[in-house]
């Protein structure tokens, strides 16, 4: 069971953010990608959709024998982990935006937090933000058109600086001192994020977190692969190929599959 891989999903490409973190923590252990670009963005699909969808990747993993499934989307995760484990007989690693060490660290306890529409409106985010968030101001921004950028490969591009411009200027006249990234593909925005954004304002991303997590999780369930050759990467999409193989920095070959 130990030498089977680590199944990953994301409803596009933004999850291979999670991937280089779990690689490079766990970097001989197989994994398996799976970006269900066709389907992207989930953000605006409503919780039932999203579901359906997370559901339909599990099965594929699953398929592929995995061990363990971490959901490297914030919208899955808040929309569907909760059904998933509940029905599958395997752990699952999960990512949610990283309300908690923004709210502790805030100075001005005004913290900013970028995600999709389907995280914001989600149960679980409003938990978590009512537990960790309750004695500090939220400015909450959709992040409308982003994923689409990005899926496309538009990542660098006019429009993604004018519709970020667009989000961080409430945030920025507001005071936030931290901006949390709730959504696994704005990892990839960061270069641009820190030219957009005064330099005292710390941004949060949790894609290092959850490799820690899934590490732990292998560990308790006595999962770990201890071989001592580096793992198997398989990266699956829907989509164009190109998009995710630029992002993976050309290392490695992406598949289509029509999921
Ligand atoms: N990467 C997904 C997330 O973390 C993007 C969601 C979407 O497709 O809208 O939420």
């Avoid at 913290?111 to 679980?124: D, F, I, Y």
């Avoid at 500090?136 to 496309?152: A, F, M, T």
Wanted: proline share 5%.
């Amino acid at each position: 069971m130990n030498k089977k891989p680590i199944g990953i999903f994301d409803s596009g490409v933004g999850g291979s953010s999670i991937w280089k973190e779990i690689h490079k923590l766990l970097p001989n252990e197989h994994t398996i990608y799976l970006a269900d670009s066709k389907f992207a963005p989930y953000g605006p699909k409503g919780s039932k959709k999203i579901k359906e969808l997370s559901i339909k990747n599990v099965e594929l993993l699953l398929s592929k024998e995995c061990k363990v499934i971490v959901v490297a989307c914030n919208t899955a995760t808040t929309n569907a982990i909760a059904y998933l484990r509940g029905h599958y007989d395997i752990p699952f690693v999960g990512i949610e935006p990283a309300i908690k060490p923004a709210a502790l660290n805030s100075k001005t306890k005004i913290v900013g937090v970028l995600a999709t529409k389907g995280t914001l409106s989600s149960a679980l985010f409003h938990k978590t933000a009512s537990l960790y968030g309750h004695d500090i101001l939220k400015i909450e921004q959709e992040g409308e058109g982003i994923v689409e950028l990005i899926e496309s490969g538009n990542l660098y591009s006019v429009e993604m600086t004018r519709l970020l411009k667009n989000y961080l200027e409430p945030m920025i006249k507001a005071n936030i001192d931290y901006l949390v990234l709730g959504c696994t593909h704005y990892s990839y925005l960061i270069p641009i994020l820190k030219d957009l954004l005064p330099k005292h304002i710390r941004i949060i991303d949790s894609g290092q977190s959850v490799a820690r997590q899934v590490k732990s999780i292998l560990q308790t369930n006595h999962l770990i692969n201890f071989q001592f050759t580096p793992g198997r990467n398989k990266f699956f999409t829907n989509g164009n190929p190109e998009v995710l193989t630029s992002l993976l920095g050309n290392h490695f070959n992406v598949d289509f599959l029509d999921f």
